[in-house]
Structures are given as C-alpha cells and as structure tokens.
C-alpha cells in the first residue's frame, strides 16, 4: 500500500521595505507592504533549483512612475525610470528559524532615479530579463538630494 499525505504547495510570499532619507540621512518616509509575484518569478525559483541553472540570478531593483497594478503575468514595470545593481552582499539568506528568507537590497544615491516614484521590482538583468516580483505603491517623490534604500523580504513556505 502506497501511503500518500496531501500538503500545501509552497509558496512565494514578499514583503518590500522602501525608505527616503534627505541629503543628511534623516529619514523622511517609510512604506512597507506585500507584493505581487510573478509567474516568470515561480519558474525563475524552480530553475535556481536545477543543477545547471538556464537563467542569471537575481541581481537588480528596478523602480518607476507607473500606477498600474500588477498581475502575475506582468513582466516589466509598467514606466521603469532607473535600474541598479543589488547592494553588495545581497541577496542573502538569512540563518536559524528564518532560513526561509532571502532578503534583496538595492539602494539609490542623491541624483538617481528622481521623480515621483510608484513602483518597484526584482530582475535578473541589468536590462530586460526576468521579473521575480514587483509592487506598486503610494508616491514618494524622491527628490536629488534625497537617497532611497529598499529592502525586499522573500519567503518561501510557510513561515
């Protein structure tokens, strides 16, 4: 007799931190909230999974001016105005009961990506490429003094 236990499917879950600071480090406005995870990001984890990966890894942030909200279809932000390369030790996963996190973190200097911004997501490439997950949410006018950090939470499972 075959024995058979039913259990959830895995899932992807996301939480993005975006912090604004003034040329002096102040911070000036903090949003925090879940995202949407996009079917290219479901099969862009599976493939991490393979022995010989097909895609590059997760490796930059994007952000823009767009308000539309995403589906799991999407696959670019709807008006992406600056792309950056993740901060240097990340992405990393964290240790002990969270393990199950991987934690993402792009930041953007006085001067870039200024404007009214709206939205944000993960690729694997410094251009084009797979989007893992992306959000939109309310204005934060970033202006060219201002620094902008955002720190992206992705966890698999349950915890």
């Not at 996301?14 to 479901?42: P, R, S, V, W, Y």
């Not at 952000?63 to 390369?85: K, P």
């Not at 009214?116 to 410094?126: D, V």
Request: hydrophobic fraction near 40%.
């Amino acid at each position: 007799m075959i024995e058979t236990k039913t259990t959830d499917k895995a899932l992807l879950k996301g939480h993005i931190k975006i912090e604004l600071f003034d040329e002096e480090g102040n911070l000036k406005e903090c949003i925090e909230k879940d995202n949407t995870f996009m079917a290219a990001g479901d099969a862009h984890v599976a493939d991490q999974l393979d022995v010989s990966p097909d895609e590059a890894a997760m490796g930059w942030m994007s952000v823009g001016t767009g308000d539309t909200a995403f589906t799991t279809s999407s696959t670019t932000l709807n008006t992406e105005i600056d792309r950056n390369a993740l901060a240097g030790s990340y992405p990393y996963q964290e240790q002990a009961g969270e393990d199950n996190n991987v934690i993402y973190k792009a930041n953007w200097a006085a001067g870039d990506a200024t404007g009214a911004l709206t939205e944000a997501g993960i690729f694997n490439s410094s251009g084009a490429g797979s989007m893992l997950a992306a959000s939109t949410f309310s204005v934060i006018n970033k202006g060219a003094d201002d620094t902008l950090t955002i720190t992206w939470t992705v966890t698999v499972g349950a915890s």
